[in-house]
């Protein structure tokens, strides 16, 4: 049984898993701060890391965002949700940041989606080990931070604000999963007509992760044409 799903777990993968970006030049949306010379595209370019916190609606590119920066600065990235972690789980992460440093000598992000979910004395708990330098802080939310968050947390994070991808983005990120062969459908040589891929646009609303969700089932619903 296990063998059966681990060989077939990849194929099984969502269209959006499977299209999340692996560089900074793929990732689709997010000028305003990735821009020539904007600040986290000078970040990037300068592995200049630091603590913030990624506010924006769902599927604009927050959770992509921090593994690109893990996997640009070559760092530790670890993985945590605010939705089912506690103050054991921060204890062990804290544990784990401290163990890479000291045995190989490499920084850790700790990545904390969902982060308003953390109470306040989850969100306090992280305070000294941020000051201290043990690990690069990395909050994804969706709501304001000045009203989930703690005033302590913020004045050690810096916040970037990401927006709803446009239509040209997402008309861009669709045509990018129609070609792709290995991430994407182009295997499947699909045939969209303008009108309906305008129509799948529209739908998602600026979000990306809706989108390839809503190409996905289309994908599974169309007939073949000689």
């Given at each position: 049984m296990n063998d059966l799903f681990s060989s077939h777990s990849r194929d099984w993968r969502p269209l959006a898993d499977r299209m999340r970006p692996t560089c900074l030049e793929d990732y689709v949306g997010q000028s305003h701060l990735l821009?020539?010379?904007?600040?986290?595209?000078?970040?990037?370019q300068q592995s200049a890391l630091h603590s913030m916190i990624l506010w924006g609606p769902p599927g604009v590119g927050?959770?992509?965002?921090?593994?690109?920066?893990?996997?640009?600065?070559?760092?530790?990235?670890?993985?945590?949700?605010a939705v089912q972690a506690g103050i054991k789980d921060i204890r062990s992460v804290v544990q784990e940041t401290h163990q890479m440093q000291a045995?190989?000598?490499?920084?850790?992000?700790?990545?904390?989606?969902?982060?308003?979910?953390?109470?306040?004395?989850?969100q306090d708990a992280f305070l000294p080990f941020i000051e201290e330098g043990s690990f690069i802080f990395i909050g994804a939310t969706t709501e304001?931070?000045?009203?989930?968050?703690?005033?302590?947390?913020?004045?050690?994070?810096?916040?970037?604000?990401?927006d709803?991808?446009?239509?040209?983005?997402?008309?861009?990120?669709?045509?990018?999963?129609?070609?792709?062969?290995?991430?994407?459908?182009?295997?499947?040589q699909l045939s969209i007509a303008v009108e309906c891929q305008a129509m799948l646009v529209r739908a998602a609303e600026g979000d990306a992760r809706r989108l390839l969700n809503l190409l996905e089932v289309a994908s599974d619903l169309v007939s073949q044409k000689d």
């Amino acid at each position: 049984m296990n063998d059966l799903f681990s060989s077939h777990s990849r194929d099984w993968r969502p269209l959006a898993d499977r299209m999340r970006p692996t560089c900074l030049e793929d990732y689709v949306g997010q000028s305003h701060l990735l821009g020539m010379d904007k600040s986290l595209r000078v970040a990037f370019q300068q592995s200049a890391l630091h603590s913030m916190i990624l506010w924006g609606p769902p599927g604009v590119g927050k959770t992509t965002l921090a593994r690109l920066l893990g996997t640009h600065c070559d760092v530790h990235f670890i993985n945590l949700s605010a939705v089912q972690a506690g103050i054991k789980d921060i204890r062990s992460v804290v544990q784990e940041t401290h163990q890479m440093q000291a045995q190989y000598g490499r920084q850790s992000i700790l990545f904390i989606d969902e982060v308003h979910r953390f109470n306040k004395i989850q969100q306090d708990a992280f305070l000294p080990f941020i000051e201290e330098g043990s690990f690069i802080f990395i909050g994804a939310t969706t709501e304001n931070p000045s009203f989930e968050l703690n005033n302590a947390l913020l004045s050690r994070t810096r916040i970037y604000l990401l927006d709803l991808l446009s239509e040209d983005e997402l008309m861009q990120l669709l045509q990018k999963a129609l070609v792709d062969e290995i991430r994407g459908l182009g295997k499947l040589q699909l045939s969209i007509a303008v009108e309906c891929q305008a129509m799948l646009v529209r739908a998602a609303e600026g979000d990306a992760r809706r989108l390839l969700n809503l190409l996905e089932v289309a994908s599974d619903l169309v007939s073949q044409k000689d």
